[in-house]
């Protein structure tokens, strides 16, 4: 507890997180959104399924030359183009019935997605000294989750309810309330990227860059199927109220688990805390297949829920350790690149295996994309040895 006291009273912590929250609350309610908004105008929850991952693609597949963008040009305009681009998106799919329109806007909202998060971690580094940035994960993560609590919750209701428009505009008006307030913060305006050192190796020459990104690739699949799955399963067994009540369940269990990681295992490397981790995780995820829309789902959802948390402060951490100097954004840029295109995907197919297997089957699939991911990083632990250490530093 002493850590999170000392962390909010470091200058421009709060403010960070404060001007952030309305643009994450956006990004928590867009996938719900798209996907009712969708849905309700198809009523098909393949075409659903697509269009979110069709979004899904075009966002990650863009997302490093996002990240490039800040490492070049700063962080202040980058997020003042593209936050403006992104609400006017979401106004545009609101304003729209055909579905081949809602297909075309749903690819161009995510080209259009604003590089918030890229912006708000780099940051980190420059407002918190080494030994409080495990502890700066933690609390940027828990914030994202609550988030992750009330944007689906607030979502699902408004798009059930006599006004579903309301939903994404709503949506739009966070992102460009929590995006402006982010680009007039002082600490955005200071900040200065890394100097670049020409004798280092390219991001993706890095063998430990290389092994995340294909643990990414399994990760990032199994959530995507994951978050059509839930949605579709829910509506097929008539209680489509019930995905915001897993969600919300899932995000509150995430928020702990990301401040025990904050708090916890300092003698631990961050390769030490994310191998350990990633056991639990795993077998919290085994029963998964075998839930349905009611208590079993939010008991798996939840424990899966803890571990989840825990290890997204680990990993952004142990990138740190990896990533080349110089590549604050870019690495991570790159990182969320692979995993959001795998995510994406998974959200593609994940609606048609719906419909035409069941959603439990894409429970399972969601499993093994964890177990993958687990035996992908126990396999090749070597190559991340520059994380198994205490202080970080650049070679």
Not at 5 to 16: E, N, R, V
Not at 26 to 50: D, P
Not at 280 to 304: D, E, H, N, Q
């Amino acid at each position: 507890m002493r850590d999170y006291l000392l962390f909010l009273k470091t200058p421009g912590a709060k403010s960070l997180l404060l001007a952030a929250f309305p643009a994450r609350l956006a990004y928590s309610m867009i996938g719900l959104g798209l996907y009712f908004k969708v849905y309700h105008e198809t009523h098909s929850i393949a075409v659903a399924g697509f269009a979110a991952g069709a979004n899904g693609i075009a966002g990650s597949i863009t997302t490093g030359l996002r990240a490039a963008l800040l490492d070049r040009f700063g962080l202040k305009w980058p997020i003042r183009f593209f936050v403006p681009a992104y609400a006017a998106s979401i106004l545009l799919v609101d304003a729209t019935h055909d579905k081949t329109l809602l297909l075309f806007f749903a690819v161009l909202l995510g080209i259009c997605a604003p590089p918030i998060n890229l912006s708000i971690r780099p940051l980190w580094r420059s407002i918190v000294p080494q030994e409080s940035l495990r502890t700066a994960y933690a609390i940027d993560s828990s914030s994202l989750e609550i988030a992750a609590i009330l944007g689906p919750l607030v979502v699902t209701t408004l798009a059930l309810s006599s006004h579903p428009a309301t939903a994404l505009a709503l949506c739009a008006l966070s992102l460009f309330a929590g995006g402006i307030s982010i680009s007039c913060l002082s600490v955005v305006g200071r900040w200065k990227r890394e100097e670049k050192n020409p004798s280092e190796m390219k991001l993706f020459r890095i063998p430990g860059i290389r092994l995340l990104a294909i643990e990414g690739l399994f990760i990032g699949l199994g959530t995507g199927i994951f978050s059509i799955a839930l949605p579709a399963f829910t509506t097929l067994k008539h209680v489509p109220a019930m995905t915001a009540i897993i969600l919300a369940i899932q995000s509150s269990t995430m928020i702990i688990g990301s401040l025990i990681a904050g708090t916890i295992g300092r003698q631990w490397t961050p390769l030490q805390a994310f191998k350990r981790n990633y056991i639990f995780w795993t077998i919290a995820a085994l029963p998964l297949a075998f839930t349905t829309p009611g208590w079993s789902l939010m008991a798996v959802a939840g424990v899966m829920g803890l571990f989840v948390g825990a290890q997204q402060v680990f990993y952004l951490e142990m990138l740190e350790y990896i990533r080349p100097k110089g590549g604050a954004a870019a690495a991570l840029g790159w990182m969320w690149m692979v995993e959001g295109t795998a995510g994406a995907i998974g959200s593609a197919i994940a609606g048609a295996l719906s419909e035409s297997v069941g959603p439990q089957f894409c429970f399972a699939l969601a499993t093994a994309c964890v177990v993958f991911g687990a035996i992908v990083t126990f396999a090749g632990q070597k190559y991340l040895h520059k994380a198994n250490r205490k202080v970080l530093k650049f070679d």
